[in-house]
């Protein structure tokens, strides 16, 4: 069963940092575009970040150049560092892997990130 993990969420003051986490198990995980969404109360769930396979990355405007995404095939990993927080970031972060070459398309259970004002 394909598992998407999510970690390193939490509560921080506006402009600190956050690195989150996702660990991708019983998948092949190079083959897989990875992103991380967010979904804020009332709002629709919006993509903030991704990164193909071959690592080219894409970002929402509202975090380019604060937020930056990576992977780490040999972990089966893909990382959310997020700096200069600020209190509109405040969401469920969630990770995605949607199949390179396939329908694939798996979730998280998402982790809270909260940054106070």
């Known amino acids: 069963q394909v598992q998407l993990v999510e970690s390193g969420g939490g509560l921080v003051q506006a402009g600190g940092s956050l690195r989150l986490s996702c660990a991708a198990s019983?998948?092949?995980?190079?083959?897989?575009?990875m992103g991380w969404y967010r979904q804020a109360p009332g709002k629709q769930r919006e993509l903030v970040a991704g990164?193909?396979?071959?690592?080219?990355?894409n970002y929402a405007g509202a975090v380019k150049g604060r937020f930056t995404i990576s992977r780490d095939n040999a972990k089966n990993t893909v990382y959310l560092e997020m700096n200069s927080l600020e209190p509109e970031d405040t969401a469920v972060y969630y990770c995605?892997?949607?199949?390179?070459?396939?329908?694939?398309?798996?979730w998280g259970q998402g982790t809270q990130v909260t940054v106070s004002s």
């Open positions: 990164i193909t396979n071959g690592g080219s990355t």
């Open positions: 995605n892997a949607k199949g390179a070459w396939s329908l694939n398309d798996y």
């Open positions: 019983n998948i092949l995980f190079s083959m897989y575009v």
